[in-house]
T-cell receptor, first 113, second 115 residues
Framework: NAGVTQTPKFQVLKTGQSMTLQCAQDMNHEYMSWYRQDPGMGLRLIHYSVGAGITDQGEVPNGYNVSRSTTEDFPLRLLSAAPSQTSVYFC????????????FGPGTRLTVT | QQQVKQSPQSLIVQKGGIPIINCAYENTAFDYFPWYQQFPGKGPALLIAIRPDVSEKKEGRFTISFNKSAKQFSLHIMDSQPGDSATYFCAASMYSGGGADGLTFGKGTHLIIQP
C-alpha cells in the first residue's frame, strides 16, 4: 500500500492564483481530512469528510474548498491564494470509527508571494 | 480558544534521560488522546494513544500517563536516544463519536536528545 499520497510536494503561487492540492489514499478509509501546519501553531483542521459525497468545515476553512467524489481522493482547492495561506498542508485518513488514529501524508509546502 | 495546551515548547535531554512532555485539555467530551511524532520534512505519525478509562499505557520506551480529574496527560520517553529527536504533538478527539471533528492538536514540543 502507498498509504496517503500528496502532490505536489512544493508549490509557489502568486497572490490571487488558484490551485488544487491533491490527496489520495489506498487504504479504503472512510474518513479524510486536511490540516495546515504553521510554526508554533501545531496542526489546525481545515476541512474533513466522513465519506464520499460528505464534507464539512474544520477550524480554519476560509479560503479553501473541498469535494469528495470517491473514497480514495480528497482534493483541497485554494480559490484565490493569499500570503496568509503560506503553510505546510497535510492530508490524513482513517477508518471512520477510528478517526483519531489518523495516517498522514508527507505534506505539501506552499508559499504564496 | 486553544483546547489543548502543550508544554514545554522545546526540550533538550541527554541520551538515556527521560524527557517528559505535558498536555492539558479543556473539553471534557474528549475521550481519545494520541501522541504524534514528526521528523523534519515528514508528516506526523501516530506514536501511542490512550483512552480515559486507563491511567497509564506503555508501548516500548514510550509511556502515556493520564489524569482524568486534572484533565492532563503526559508522554514519557524512557532511555531516550538521539533518534528520538523530533517534534511531538499531543492531540485529543471525541473518538466514541466517530471523531468526525478531527484531532485538536497541541502546538508541539521540539525535542533534542544529545549524544
Amino acid at each position: 500500500n502507498a498509504g496517503v499520497t500528496q502532490t505536489p510536494k512544493f508549490q509557489v503561487l502568486k497572490t490571487g492564483q488558484s490551485m488544487t492540492l491533491q490527496c489520495a489514499q489506498d487504504m479504503n478509509h472512510e474518513y479524510m481530512s486536511w490540516y495546515r501546519q504553521d510554526p508554533g501553531m501545531g496542526l489546525r483542521l481545515i476541512h474533513y469528510s466522513v465519506g464520499a459525497g460528505i464534507t464539512d468545515q474544520g477550524e480554519v476553512p476560509n479560503g479553501y474548498n473541498v469535494s469528495r467524489s470517491t473514497t480514495e481522493d480528497f482534493p483541497l482547492r485554494l480559490l484565490s491564494a493569499a500570503p496568509s495561506q503560506t503553510s505546510v498542508y497535510f492530508c490524513a485518513s482513517s477508518y471512520f470509527e477510528g478517526a483519531g488514529e489518523q495516517y498522514f501524508g508527507p505534506g505539501t509546502r506552499l508559499t504564496v508571494t | 480558544q486553544q483546547q489543548v495546551k502543550q508544554s514545554p515548547q522545546s526540550l533538550i535531554v541527554q541520551k538515556g534521560g527521560i524527557p517528559i512532555i505535558n498536555c492539558a485539555y479543556e473539553n471534557t467530551a474528549f475521550d481519545y488522546f494520541p501522541w504524534y511524532q514528526q521528523f523534519p520534512g515528514k508528516g506526523p505519525a501516530l506514536l501511542i494513544a490512550i483512552r480515559p478509562d486507563v491511567s497509564e499505557k506503555k508501548e516500548g520506551r514510550f509511556t502515556i500517563s493520564f489524569n482524568k480529574s486534572a484533565k492532563q496527560f503526559s508522554l514519557h520517553i524512557m532511555d531516550s536516544q538521539p533518534g528520538d529527536s523530533a517534534t511531538y504533538f499531543c492531540a485529543a478527539s471525541m473518538y466514541s463519536g466517530g471523531g468526525a471533528d478531527g484531532l485538536t492538536f497541541g502546538k508541539g514540543t521540539h525535542l533534542i536528545i544529545q549524544p
